[in-house]
């Protein structure tokens, strides 16, 4: 079975420079999250979704970031302008939220790098 | 005060140890609780979830204590293969049924 796939896996960008990170959720999920973890903060939420719908958009840092589920096979999540304190690792994770169950799988990340 | 703590270790422990981490919580509301674990530069994964009776999956038990709001994880028999960092994770439930808290961290190495 296919997990959460995220693309691409590494990026390397300059300060300025618009980043977009995708993710394809589990089929069948109803719930998708994207997290940042960095050394300093660790693993936050930024947005979520459920059934395509932002849900909690309370941890994006700033305008700067959007996120976006056009349909419940893909989201996006875009940073412009990038800086370089953006630098971390992106993940995407999904899940099928039912009651108070919410497994949430992770996909492979995407290490982001901001010069 | 943090919504979820946990010590950041490290813990370094001989292969065959027993090891036991803790976590506690702020939101006394919480519904539901995890331990992920988390392989160096991966992506986290569940290890196992934490139910108010207490639940054994092998080598691995968690412990919940709503009253004094703290999760416990104990590893018995530690392999090699469990060195990594084990995520505390606590879902509040109600409006925030979806948002899941995770906590630093603690990280683990068994050595030989």
């Known amino acids: 079975d296919a997990g959460v796939i995220q693309s691409p896996r590494h990026e390397v960008t300059e300060m300025g420079q618009e980043v977009t990170l995708r993710c394809k959720p589990i089929s069948g999920h109803n719930s998708l999250f994207w997290y940042r973890q960095t050394m300093m903060r660790g693993l936050e939420l930024l947005i979520y979704f459920n059934n395509n719908v932002p849900i909690d958009d309370s941890g994006m840092p700033e305008d700067r970031f959007s996120a976006k589920m056009p349909n419940a096979s893909f989201s996006t999540l875009k940073i412009q302008p990038s800086e370089p304190r953006d630098s971390a690792v992106y993940f995407c994770?999904?899940?099928?939220?039912?009651?108070?169950?919410?497994?949430?799988?992770f996909g492979p990340g995407t290490r982001l790098t901001v010069l | 005060r943090k919504e979820v703590e946990q010590d950041p270790g490290p813990f370094n422990v001989p292969e065959g140890a027993t090891v036991a981490f803790n976590c506690t919580y702020s939101?006394?509301?919480?519904?539901?609780f995890f331990w992920y674990r988390q392989d160096c530069r991966k992506e986290p994964k569940l290890l196992m979830s934490?139910?108010?009776s207490g639940n054994e999956d092998g080598r691995f038990t968690a412990q919940l204590n709503r009253a004094s709001q703290y999760i416990s994880l104990l590893i018995r028999d530690s392999k090699l293969s469990d060195s990594a960092t084990y995520l505390c994770?606590?879902?509040?439930?109600?409006?925030?049924?979806?948002?899941?808290?995770f906590g630093q961290g603690t990280i683990l190495t068994v050595h030989p």
């Open positions: 994770v606590v879902n509040a439930g109600g409006t925030s049924y979806g948002k899941l808290t």
């Open positions: 939101n006394s509301a919480s519904q539901s």
């Open positions: 934490v139910y108010s």
């Open positions: 994770a999904s899940s099928l939220i039912s009651g108070a169950l919410n497994t949430q799988y």
